[in-house]
Nanobody, 120 residues
């Protein structure tokens, strides 16, 4: 099983930057895809960015060119560099990991979320 912990959220002015981190711990064979999702108030959770275990990335149209997802496989960690932030980026950001267990079963794990607020 795995546990995910996010960090790096906070309050930032429009046009500013934040870097989110997600660290996975526990006992498991490996991590396949990692991703960042977000959920704004009264909205559904949406995919922001994803990265495979070989570094292939994908982004929501709304963040392309502003956000960059990366990962450190040796540390079981993922990151989200967010630049040129807009008020519409305000949301709780969640990390998700697709984990292969020692049993070879694949399970999804989620972090507890970190609040990002973009406001002047």
């Amino acid at each position: 099983q795995a546990q995910l912990v996010e960090s790096g959220g906070g309050l930032v002015q429009p046009g500013g930057s934040l870097r989110l981190s997600c660290a996975a711990s526990g006992s498991f064979h490996s991590i396949n895809d990692m991703a960042w999702y977000r959920q704004a108030q009264e909205k559904e959770r949406e995919l922001v960015a994803s990265i495979t275990n070989v570094g292939t990335t994908d982004y929501a149209d709304s963040v392309k060119g502003r956000f960059t997802i990366s990962r450190d496989n040796a540390k079981n960690a993922a990151f989200l560099q967010m630049n040129t932030l807009k008020p519409d980026d305000t949301a709780v950001y969640y990390c998700k990991a697709v984990v292969r267990e020692w049993s070879w079963r694949i399970n999804d794990y989620w972090g507890q979320g970190t609040q990002v607020t973009v406001s002047s």
